[in-house]
């Protein structure tokens, strides 16, 4: 059974057990999160799709840990004008263990 959700702007799809990396959330360390936004699930015969998401999907999950990506750098420069700026970021994660995926229905 798999599912996909959306968090962060973004779109995973998910089985129990999974851990991924998403968005940071506000959860704290050993929490529980649910994703509401269920777009789709699949289990052994069945799929359902939402439109745009399934109101009777959920899945649960349990966040591990928070950290920052790899960095990345960004320069900006315009030629002979002498303008040169080097600036470096890293985005900030959670690390998200998929428990269970609940289809009521």
């Known amino acids: 059974m798999y599912a996909v959700i959306e968090t962060g702007g973004k779109q995973y ?4 057990g999974d851990v991924l990396e998403i968005e940071k ?3 704290e360390t050993e929490e529980q999160v649910t994703f509401d936004k269920v777009l789709l699930v ?3 015969e069945n799929v359902k799709v939402g439109t745009p998401v399934l109101e009777e999907a959920q899945v649960e999950g349990t966040v591990l840990e928070h950290g920052k990506g790899e960095k ?3 320069f900006k420069y315009k030629p002979k004008k002498n303008y040169r700026r ?3 970021h890293r985005q900030p994660f959670s690390k998200v263990k998929i428990d269970k995926i609940k289809l009521n229905g």
Do not use: F, N
């Not at 799809?13 to 129990?16: A, F, I, N, R, T």
């Open 25 to 27: 959330l506000s959860q």
């Open 86 to 88: 080097k600036q470096g």
């Open 72 to 74: 990345v750098t960004v």
């Open 42 to 44: 699949k289990d052994d």
């Open 13 to 16: 799809k998910v089985s129990e």
